[in-house]
């Protein structure tokens, strides 16, 4: 059985935010799926990386081809 502490850490250790960001998702539905059917997952103990995961080289753009933020963004 997977426990949520384990489910936190794969979502620390993946590097790609779009695949963190979707695995964030599944977990937390799974999460709440498993309250819904009256097991919830146990909270369990595992050992957080130091860092979490970060893509090894981020793609650096001259200051001109940033995309601009649109109003109201943060």
Not at 8 to 28: F, I, P
Not at 49 to 57: K, Q, T, Y
């Amino acid at each position: 059985m997977t426990t949520l502490a384990e489910l936190a850490v794969e979502v620390l250790t993946t590097a790609d935010g779009r695949a963190k960001t979707a695995l964030s998702h599944a977990h937390a539905a799974r999460w709440r799926q498993s309250r819904a059917e009256g097991r919830p997952l146990a909270i369990g103990r595992a050992e957080p990386p130091l860092r979490p995961a970060r893509p090894a080289r981020p793609e650096l753009l001259p200051p001109r081809e940033v995309p601009r933020r649109r109003p109201g963004s943060h």
